[in-house]
C-alpha cells in the first residue's frame, strides 16, 4: 500500500474569476504539465472529487452564508462580501466540488485506500471564515478535512500546517478553541501583508490555548528562515502533539519569485518542507498527509514546486 492520490478535475476551472485576477484556471493547467512532464498524473491514483453535502458544508460555516453565496451566484454577482472574492455563476456548485474533493481524498487515507494524496483545487480555502468568504476563498477545504477525520473516524490529534504566505485566519478560527487540532502557520508578517492577522500572540482560545501556533516572518525572509523555524519551534511542537493524521495548507505564494507574496523562498524549501513533514508524519500518523493547495500565483513556480512535492510524496 504505496498509493498516492491526486485531485484534480477541469471542473474546478468552472470557477471564474475574472480578468485580471491572480487566482485563476490556468493554475490548475500549470500543475497538471507538471504532473505530467514528470509522470506522475500516470503513476498516481486520479481521484474523483463529487460535491460535499451542505449538511457537512455547515460543520464549519454558517447555513446563512451558504444562502447568501449560492443566490450571489445564481444572480450573476460579479464577488461576494470583498471584491477579491470573485465568483461567477458556478462558483457555488464548484465550491462544493472543490471542498468535497479534499474530503473523499481524505477518507480514501484515512481508511488506508491511499497513503497520501495531494489535492489541487480552486477555489482555494484557507481565508474562507464561518459566515463569509475572504481572499480568493469561499469554503475551507482544510478544515472541512479536519472536520470529517474527527467527526467519522474519531481522530483525536490532527495538525493543520500552513505554508501559504498568507496567514491562514479561516482555519485559525475554526479550530481556536479545539485542542484536538492543532494549527501551525508560517507566514509573511501581518504588519506587511494580508490578511493581517497571525501574529505570534495568537495561541488559540480557552480549551485550544497552545494549539495554534504562528510563526511569521518579516520581508525578505529566506529559506534557513524558515528552517529555522522548522528545527527550533515545528518540530518539536509536532512531535509533542504527535499527530495521528497531518492536514498540509500548500501555497507556494513565499517563494521569491510570487507577484503576491513579499518572501525570498527558492524552490528547495518546498522540498525540504515537503520532506520533513513526510518524516514527522511517517513518525506519528502511519504516514498519512493530505495537501491541500491554497494559494500560488507564478504559473512557472507552481508547475516546478508542485510536481517535486508531489513527487516526494509518491515516494
Ligand atoms: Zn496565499
Redesign the pocket.
Known amino acids: 500500500m504505496s498509493s498516492v492520490g491526486i485531485v484534480l478535475d477541469e471542473r474546478f476551472k468552472r470557477h471564474v474569476t475574472g480578468h485580471g485576477h491572480p487566482e485563476r484556471p490556468d493554475r490548475l493547467d500549470a500543475i497538471r504539465e507538471g504532473l505530467e512532464a514528470v509522470g506522475l498524473l500516470q503513476t498516481c491514483v486520479l481521484v474523483e472529487p463529487v460535491p460535499l453535502s451542505e449538511v457537512k458544508i455547515q460543520r464549519v460555516h454558517s447555513r446563512d452564508y451558504l444562502v447568501r453565496l449560492e443566490a450571489a451566484c445564481r444572480q450573476g454577482y460579479p464577488y461576494i462580501d470583498v471584491p477579491d472574492s470573485a465568483i461567477g455563476p458556478e462558483s457555488y456548485e464548484i465550491a462544493r466540488l472543490a471542498a468535497g474533493g479534499v474530503v473523499k481524498a481524505t477518507r480514501l487515507v484515512a481508511s488506508g485506500e491511499l497513503k497520501r494524496a495531494f489535492c489541487a483545487v480552486r477555489p482555494?480555502g484557507?481565508h474562507a471564515e464561518r459566515d463569509r468568504s475572504m481572499?480568493f476563498c469561499l469554503f475551507n477545504n482544510v478544515a472541512l478535512a479536519a472536520y470529517e477525520l474527527k467527526d467519522e473516524f474519531n481522530i483525536d490529534r490532527v495538525l493543520i500546517l500552513d505554508w501559504?504566505?498568507?496567514h491562514c485566519n479561516g482555519t485559525q478560527h475554526t479550530f481556536e478553541a479545539d485542542p484536538s487540532v492543532l494549527v501551525i502557520s508560517l507566514h509573511g508578517h501581518p504588519r506587511y501583508l494580508y490578511p493581517g492577522t497571525g501574529y505570534e500572540e495568537e495561541m488559540g482560545v480557552e480549551r485550544g490555548r497552545g494549539y495554534t501556533m504562528n510563526i511569521p516572518f518579516l520581508p525578505g525572509a529566506d529559506d534557513e528562515d524558515y528552517r529555522r523555524a522548522f528545527r527550533e519551534r515545528i518540530i518539536p511542537a509536532v512531535q509533542r502533539f504527535a499527530p495521528q493524521f497531518v492536514l498540509l495548507s500548500v501555497?507556494f505564494?513565499a517563494h521569491a519569485d510570487d507577484p503576491?507574496?513579499n518572501l525570498a523562498l527558492s524552490d528547495d524549501i518546498f522540498a525540504w518542507m515537503t520532506q520533513t513533514m513526510i518524516e514527522l508524519a511517517e513518525d506519528h500518523a502511519d504516514g498519512r498527509i493530505v495537501s491541500v493547495l491554497?494559494?500560488?500565483y507564478n504559473l512557472g513556480v507552481l508547475k516546478r514546486c508542485v510536481a517535486e512535492h508531489v513527487r516526494l510524496l509518491a515516494q
Open positions: 482555494p484557507h481572499g501559504d504566505v498568507h501555497g505564494d503576491l507574496g491554497e494559494g500560488g
